[in-house]
């Protein structure tokens, strides 16, 4: 149960990022699959070689900026439908990445000192006490990224996702803002990576696979039970969408599935997510939490 919070946690922060990208800026893009080894690869490959930790998480931020700023010019520039400019740059980067782990495919940093070593050393991973401070990172995060929506570029970002027409009209730069906000995007998911790499002790080529489904599957999930009516609310529920994900994952895994089944119970549970809400499961739950709230207000 432990695991599979920390690990809930830890994923959360891709979410955040597919959120601006899914939901924000409702553009699909399955950069996500290449930007989040990407972010894994580069972290690693720089902590192998010696580099401090810090900065090593820093560059594999910047390189999934880059991965971003690749699929946004290519939409763009190219004027490339959005879902093949993400699926080109995903594909390109499946050889970068190779590259980046000097062609290897897998790159253990078990005999190298990461972030999460001093928590394992202490005997603190897969405590409460790991928990906290994962939460506490998150809650960051979370913080980072609504405070950046209220912004005036934020705010320009969400005029661009939810119409582009009326935002140039408004003299945005929907190009613009587009590249910047799969930029942020892609840059949170390279961060996830690169959490995730030191926390599982490796980069692996292929890490990201399928990472895109589990993303749309934790923001689905997590905004169909609580809703998504101000900005500070969704992204609440895209961060805890990913804790319950991994929760369902490892009940079903525990239930006695076969982990090869993995990525079909994902695809089941993104299918679910959004039925039910046309059939007023979730709505009448939030509803019904919504006058318990008044009435204990009153």
Same mark, same amino acid.
């Given at each position: 149960?432990?695991?599979?919070?920390?690990?809930?946690?830890?994923?959360?922060?891709?979410?955040?990022?597919?959120?601006?990208?899914?939901?924000?800026?409702?553009?699909?893009?399955?950069?996500?699959?290449?930007?989040?080894?990407?972010?894994?690869?580069?972290?690693?490959?720089?902590?192998?070689?010696?580099?401090?930790?810090?900065?090593?998480?820093?560059?594999?931020?910047?390189?999934?900026?880059?991965?971003?700023?690749?699929?946004?010019?290519?939409?763009?520039?190219?004027?490339?439908?959005?879902?093949?400019?993400?699926?080109? /740059?995903?594909? +390109? %980067?499946? #050889? @970068?990445?190779? =590259?980046?782990?000097?062609?290897? &495919?897998?790159?253990?940093? !078990?005999?190298?000192?990461?972030?999460?070593?001093?928590?394992?050393?202490?005997?603190?991973?897969?405590?409460?006490?790991?928990?906290?401070?994962?939460?506490?990172?998150?809650?960051?995060?979370?913080?980072?990224?609504?405070?950046?929506?209220?912004?005036?570029?934020?705010?320009?970002?969400?005029?661009?996702?939810?119409?582009?027409?009326?935002?140039?009209?408004?003299?945005?730069?929907?190009?613009?803002?587009?590249?910047?906000?799969?930029?942020?995007?892609?840059?949170?998911?390279?961060?996830?990576?690169?959490?995730?790499?030191?926390?599982?002790?490796?980069?692996?080529?292929?890490?990201?696979?399928?990472?895109?489904?589990?993303?749309?599957?934790?923001?689905?999930?997590?905004?169909?039970?609580?809703?998504?009516?101000?900005?500070?609310?969704?992204? /609440?529920?895209? +961060? %805890?969408? #990913? @804790?319950?994900? =991994?929760?369902?994952?490892?009940? &079903?895994?525990?239930?006695? !599935?076969?982990?090869?089944?993995?990525?079909?119970?994902?695809?089941?549970?993104?299918?679910?997510?959004?039925?039910?809400?046309?059939?007023?499961?979730?709505?009448?739950?939030?509803?019904?939490?919504?006058?318990?709230?008044?009435?204990?207000?009153?």
């Amino acid at each position: 149960m432990v695991i599979a919070l920390e690990i809930g946690l830890l994923y959360a922060v891709m979410a955040l990022g597919v959120y601006l990208t899914y939901r924000v800026l409702d553009f699909p893009d399955l950069t996500v699959d290449g930007s989040f080894t990407t972010g894994a690869a580069t972290c690693a490959i720089l902590i192998v070689n010696g580099v401090p930790v810090p900065i090593a998480v820093v560059a594999a931020v910047i390189a999934g900026m880059i991965a971003g700023a690749i699929t946004g010019l290519l939409h763009v520039w190219g004027n490339i439908n959005p879902l093949l400019a993400g699926i080109l /740059t995903q594909i +390109a %980067l499946y #050889s @970068i990445n190779l =590259r980046i782990m000097g062609n290897k &495919a897998n790159l253990p940093l !078990l005999r190298n000192e990461t972030l999460f070593s001093p928590l394992r050393e202490a005997g603190l991973l897969g405590t409460w006490w790991s928990i906290g401070m994962f939460t506490v990172f998150v809650a960051l995060v979370g913080a980072i990224v609504y405070w950046f929506l209220g912004t005036g570029y934020g705010v320009a970002i969400r005029a661009t996702g939810d119409n582009e027409m009326m935002a140039r009209s408004q003299g945005i730069n929907t190009g613009r803002t587009k590249i910047v906000g799969l930029m942020l995007s892609n840059g949170m998911v390279a961060l996830c990576g690169s959490m995730v790499a030191q926390y599982q002790g490796f980069s692996d080529i292929s890490m990201g696979i399928g990472l895109i489904v589990a993303g749309l599957a934790s923001v689905i999930v997590g905004q169909a039970i609580f809703g998504m009516t101000a900005v500070w609310q969704a992204v /609440t529920a895209a +961060a %805890l969408g #990913s @804790i319950i994900y =991994r929760g369902v994952i490892q009940a &079903a895994l525990s239930a006695g !599935l076969n982990p090869n089944d993995m990525k079909l119970i994902s695809a089941v549970l993104v299918v679910l997510a959004l039925v039910l809400p046309q059939w007023g499961v979730f709505k009448r739950l939030r509803m019904r939490r919504r006058r318990m709230l008044e009435a204990r207000a009153a």
